[in-house]
């Protein structure tokens, strides 16, 4: 009888390992694509960021930069000219005043952000996003453009990385 009881004990202990890992085997999948999810909405909104940063380059200097220490100077310690109609320019009647003043690229785009951090990879332990801006030709016009985008090796999905603008074509979206 004994022989029994021990195998009937040991029958339970194999049904307990095999039911841990059939939920194992269920739930690492899941929790998988959560933190997939989670890394790639933190890199689409960095992204977004650098895009936006790399607009405000374009509207300064009439051209996208190519190198992150260009593009962080940039948002560092330049200012947007901002001028305010007083009044309205259609009335003849009364005067139109502008008001002119600078706001900060930091201040107006990078409040709530820390700009040090634009040209790092989220989760990636430190890894840049790769940067480039070029002039390409586009129907007899030169159109500048820009690409930043992640490196393959750090990449949420390294069949097809996450980037935003392109050096081929004169978008500035992303692919997400």
């Not at 502008?98 to 900060?104: E, S």
């Not at 989760?123 to 930043?148: H, M």
Request: net charge negative.
């Amino acid at each position: 009888m004994n022989v029994y009881r021990l195998i009937k004990i040991g029958l339970v202990v194999a049904v307990l390992i095999l039911v841990y890992a059939l939920y194992r085997s269920i739930l690492d999948p899941i929790q998988e694509a959560k933190e997939k999810a989670v890394r790639r909405q933190a890199v689409i909104e960095r992204l977004s960021k650098a895009r936006d940063a790399e607009m405000a380059y374009r509207a300064l200097y009439g051209k996208f930069a190519g190198r992150w220490d260009d593009l962080l100077n940039m948002a560092r310690h330049d200012s947007f000219v901002v001028v305010k109609t007083i009044g309205d320019p259609d009335d003849t009647t009364k005067p139109v005043f502008y008001d002119t003043t600078l706001i900060a690229v930091s201040d107006s785009l990078f409040a709530d952000f820390p700009i040090d951090s634009l040209p790092y990879v989220p989760y990636s332990g430190g890894d840049t996003f790769l940067i480039a801006a070029d002039k390409i030709k586009v129907r007899g016009v030169w159109v500048n453009v820009f690409q930043i985008s992640e490196p393959e090796h750090v990449a949420v999905d390294p069949s097809r990385p996450l980037q935003v603008g392109s050096l081929l074509e004169p978008t500035y979206s992303g692919n997400w």
